[in-house]
């Protein structure tokens, strides 16, 4: 077909590969991970996080405002509390830490819409995602503690609520709940599809959330299953789920695409803290360009079929792509 057939005429410039350009990423793509803590009366970079930090209640909205300028719209917040116990009920309780800071973002009136990690194991002593019994995480025990984390939230503000235990049945009855407490315009967004990752390393580290004995491969997904992700994505759906995301994003492009194809509904991809910190760490020891990899890394996941990304890069994604 050469001379006739020539590919290269689309990617002469700038502006002729930018016309053609199949994948564009905005601004309002990206969904911004914040650790919100009350141990401690300032701002905690991490170590494992470069740029990143445990924010307290001042800094959080601080972030928050910069995030709306830049046209980020919506936030993901995780709650580090002073105290843990058995139950993690720090995480329903009523003056908790993400439940304050929802109350102390939603009166700034901000554009944003907030999101709240519905999990028990940033507060739980035991560091699992529910309700220990005999030694193993109990799945219908561990529902009644989400269901009031959900309630708590709502009630705070939340916007989105998003179940990431991954116990069977968490969608129906926090749904079920929301609706009967009279928040049924509360969303969502499931963690359908999360694996038992090596990723989650640095996140660990930010939260304070490792376990304390054992591991979370019991509830959590084998990294070799694809068929199960897609049951467990229809299964939410079916249970009420407005949106599902699969977690992580970078080694698992192929679940986001196959999700994408069997669902009518909004899918995420969490471009997580390992996936993060291995960019800043590669890019600080000169491995690569920094801008670079990120631009393409996040392509890559709205490549793959993300209609959003949660992303910790995503206050400086937003402001080149807004």
Known sequence: MYPTHRPRRLRRSPMMRELTRETQLRAKDFIYPLFVQETSSRPEPLAAMPGQMRHTLGSLVQEAEKAAEVGVKALLLFGIPAQKDELGSGAFHPEGVVQRALRAIKDKKLPLLLVTDVCMCEYTSHGHCGAVCQGDVDNDESLNLLIKTALSQAQAGADIVAPSDMMDGRVGVIRQALDEAGFSQVAILSYAAKYASAFYGPFREAAGSAPQFGDRQSYQMDPANLREALKEVLADIEEGADMVMVKPALAYLDVIRAVKEITRVPVAAY?????????????????????????????????????LILTYHALEAAHWFR
Request: net charge neutral; proline share 0%; aromatic share 6%.
């Open 271 to 307: 471009n997580v803290s390992g996936e993060y910190a291995m960019i800043e760490f590669a890019a600080k020891a000169g491995a690569l360009d920094r801008e670079r990899a990120i631009r393409e890394v996040l392509c890559s996941i709205k490549r793959a079929g993300a209609d």
